[in-house]
């Protein structure tokens, strides 16, 4: 590894342990945290091909462009390298692109989990108004916010869609994004949304980037959408009504994080990361968002050196 290749990484790794209070909880210096993430980075299984998800529950090809971890390697992205909170067995896996790894600057990934609440019904699909259903979602946050704030956590601010809410029907998927902004970071966030829609549940799809990264997202996101689907026997086509349960709440309520009748689409993303019993993708972002800025910081004052050395 080079001399400014080993000074990106410090400074990755430095800001995650800041970002996630374990600074303090680890005396070791920033190199031996540096060796310690790239071997664990060195030890993922990356996977190209035909891949079965959750005995059988859904398939994923990957293309040439793509690679995938599995559960095991995705959790160790998420909690040792990236510092997140465990997420129990509720992560699936996760895509990154083929030239990218956890450790790289401009790397994004995409985490897959499964949410089996029951069929969600889409007869709604085009009378969904999302101009109101973003007021409400503001409306929600604010005071999600507020209990937020009593406790020592920074607000988060819901800036509104990155990119508008979009159902495919007759695919049964859905996908969006968020543009949020945590206490008074001047840097935006991206929390990009996919969902596909099945039997028993709902395959949840959550891009990790910056908001910069938007464009990028959005070019890939038709080939995400092409290469993850239910097997047969859990399609949305394949819902038995005797049977099958259907869930309590439609597309508006998918959108809003399925809360918003419950006071705002943050509250069980800001419960987890307060208790620390459960992933919170937003975590996620605001780590690597931290990363690229202060990686933009450091490349800045860097150029010369960084581009002698190869």
Same mark, same amino acid.
């Given at each position: 590894?080079? !001399? /400014?290749?080993? =000074?990106?990484?410090?400074?990755?790794?430095? %800001?995650? #342990?800041?970002?996630?209070?374990?600074? *303090?909880? @680890?005396?070791?210096?920033?190199?031996?945290?540096?060796?310690?993430?790239?071997?664990?980075?060195?030890?993922?299984?990356?996977?190209?091909?035909?891949?079965?998800?959750?005995?059988?529950?859904?398939?994923?090809?990957?293309?040439?462009?793509?690679?995938?971890?599995?559960?095991?390697?995705?959790?160790?992205?998420?909690?040792?390298?990236?510092?997140?909170? !465990? /997420?129990?067995? =509720?992560?699936?896996?996760?895509?990154?692109? %083929?030239? #990218?790894?956890?450790?790289?600057?401009? *790397?994004? @990934?995409?985490?897959?989990?499964?949410?089996?609440?029951?069929?969600?019904?889409?007869?709604?699909?085009?009378?969904?108004?999302?101009?109101?259903?973003?007021?409400?979602?503001?409306?929600?946050?604010?005071?999600?916010?507020?209990?937020?704030?009593?406790?020592?956590?920074?607000?988060?601010?819901?800036?509104?869609?990155?990119?508008?809410?979009?159902?495919?029907?007759?695919?049964?998927?859905?996908?969006?994004?968020?543009?949020?902004?945590?206490?008074?970071?001047?840097?935006?966030?991206?929390?990009?949304?996919?969902?596909?829609?099945?039997?028993?549940?709902?395959?949840?799809?959550?891009?990790?980037?910056?908001?910069?990264?938007?464009?990028?997202?959005?070019?890939?996101?038709?080939?995400?959408?092409?290469?993850?689907?239910?097997?047969?026997?859990?399609?949305?086509?394949?819902?038995?009504?005797?049977?099958?349960?259907?869930?309590?709440?439609?597309?508006?309520?998918?959108?809003?994080?399925?809360?918003?009748?419950?006071?705002?689409?943050?509250?069980?993303?800001?419960?987890?990361?307060?208790?620390?019993?459960?992933?919170?993708?937003?975590?996620?972002?605001?780590?690597?968002?931290?990363?690229?800025?202060?990686?933009?910081?450091?490349?800045?004052?860097?150029?010369?050196?960084?581009?002698?050395?190869?």
């Amino acid at each position: 590894m080079s !001399p /400014s290749a080993t =000074r990106i990484v410090i400074v990755i790794i430095t %800001a995650a #342990a800041l970002l996630t209070g374990r600074a *303090a909880a @680890a005396p070791e210096p920033p190199e031996t945290r540096v060796a310690n993430a790239k071997q664990l980075a060195d030890g993922l299984r990356f996977q190209q091909g035909e891949i079965t998800l959750r005995s059988g529950l859904a398939k994923i090809k990957v293309p040439a462009e793509f690679r995938y971890l599995d559960a095991a390697d995705a959790d160790t992205v998420l909690t040792r390298i990236w510092g997140n909170p !465990p /997420s129990g067995d =509720r992560t699936l896996g996760m895509l990154f692109p %083929a030239n #990218a790894g956890p450790l790289d600057p401009d *790397a994004w @990934a995409v985490a897959i989990t499964y949410e089996e609440n029951g069929y969600v019904k889409d007869n709604d699909s085009s009378k969904l108004d999302y101009d109101d259903l973003l007021k409400k979602m503001k409306e929600s946050a604010v005071e999600v916010n507020k209990a937020r704030e009593k406790k020592g956590y920074p607000p988060v601010e819901l800036v509104g869609w990155a990119a508008r809410p979009r159902y495919d029907q007759a695919e049964h998927k859905m996908y969006w994004a968020k543009e949020l902004r945590f206490g008074n970071d001047p840097e935006s966030t991206l929390n990009y949304n996919i969902r596909i829609l099945g039997r028993r549940g709902v395959l949840v799809l959550n891009a990790i980037a910056p908001v910069s990264q938007l464009s990028t997202i959005e070019h890939a996101t038709p080939s995400i959408l092409a290469m993850v689907n239910f097997q047969e026997g859990h399609r949305y086509m394949d819902f038995n009504a005797s049977t099958d349960k259907v869930a309590t709440y439609g597309l508006a309520a998918l959108v809003a994080g399925g809360l918003l009748v419950k006071g705002g689409f943050l509250k069980v993303l800001i419960a987890g990361l307060i208790a620390a019993k459960k992933f919170v993708i937003i975590g996620v972002i605001a780590i690597v968002a931290a990363i690229k800025k202060f990686f933009g910081k450091i490349a800045g004052r860097r150029e010369p050196e960084s581009s002698e050395q190869t």
